[in-house]
């Protein structure tokens, strides 16, 4: 493995993993819009077609109807929340590996990078549940005509007035299932993928362009591979009528497969991976010019 040429730094992780999570939404938006469509679709009546038929046909749809504005629907809800949070997450992840290192130069193990991993899924949860809710409540009621919120704070007034704080962070637990193994995956994939494409005895930092988009991409289809089977029933969840389901998450996952299978639990699984190639490449591209620029500015921090 490589010697880790500079200090770990959560500070600098914090503002880079920021820079990172803006170009994440920009690249990645339009397939989620698609991927929580998919999830939510009702199931059709007797003699009916489905909404959608797949991926394909749910982007040209939503083309059609709404133009390139009803992939981007939603979308000021994720920046506002995505920033903060993947600030959040890469600062966990640096404070993981950090708490872990007995001197600044050990070399991390791949367990090691889970855990530090997990660590993060803990920090971005308390920022994610509430912006996870609003994004899903909000894309679904485009889909489905019927306008109850009118943007990202009046579903958040609603929520609260309709069943106060429980209202916005319903779902918490779901998120935590779906964000401890997922984040463990996705930082450990990563740092793994750098070290493979790392020629001998040169340093992370002289990863070419190309090696980092794709040991990005793949942390993200990785990342997914864990998270889709939680993401599913959350996404149930968060949408459902209040009483729908009293005993929580167990309700969600008896109905999805007595009605739709096991299958039903890899839901949205073409758009995600669509999405996870290139959001997530686009974000630790952005990760690590931004922390370039945060050593060149401030080396010694």
């Given amino acids: 493995m490589a010697k880790q040429p500079q200090p770990i730094s959560p500070g600098k992780n914090f503002f880079a993993g920021g820079f990172g999570g803006v170009c994440l939404v920009f690249a990645g938006h339009p397939l989620d819009t698609i991927k929580v469509r998919l999830q939510t679709q009702p199931m059709p009546k007797p003699g009916e077609a ?19 504005k009803g992939l981007y629907k939603g979308m000021a809800a994720p920046i506002i929340g995505v920033t903060p949070m993947f600030a959040v997450c890469f600062f966990g992840f640096g ?15 791949y367990p090691q990078l889970f855990a530090a991993g997990m660590l993060s899924g803990v920090f971005t949860t308390a920022i994610m549940a509430p912006g996870e809710r609003i994004k899903c409540l909000l894309q679904i009621q485009a889909a489905s005509g019927e306008i109850k919120y009118a943007g ?49 005895g040169k340093s992370h930092n002289e990863l070419s362009v190309p090696s980092i988009l794709f040991a990005g991409g793949m942390a993200g289809v990785f990342n997914w591979a864990v998270a889709i089977p939680p993401d599913v029933l959350k996404s149930r ?65």
């Fill in 50 to 68: 489905l909404l959608y038929k797949g991926t394909i046909d749910c982007f040209r749809k939503t083309l059609a109807k709404e133009g390139m």
């Fill in 95 to 109: 404070l993981g590996k950090k708490l872990q290192q007995k001197t600044p130069d050990d070399i991390l193990t």
């Fill in 152 to 200: 990202p704070m009046d579903c958040v007034k609603q929520l609260y007035r309709e069943n106060g704080i429980r209202g916005i962070y319903k779902g918490t637990a779901l998120t935590l299932m779906r964000d401890l193994p997922a984040s463990g995956m996705y930082f450990m994939t990563y740092e793994w993928l750098k070290n493979l494409l790392t020629p001998a």
């Fill in 237 to 301: 969840f968060q949408t459902a009528a209040e009483g729908k389901y009293p005993n929580g998450v167990r309700d969600v996952l008896r109905e999805l497969i007595r009605e739709e299978g096991m299958a039903s639990l890899y839901k949205g699984f073409t758009a995600v991976m669509l999405r996870a190639f290139p959001a997530n490449a686009a974000c630790f591209l952005g990760f690590e010019c931004a922390m370039k620029f945060l050593n060149w500015l401030a080396p010694n921090l």
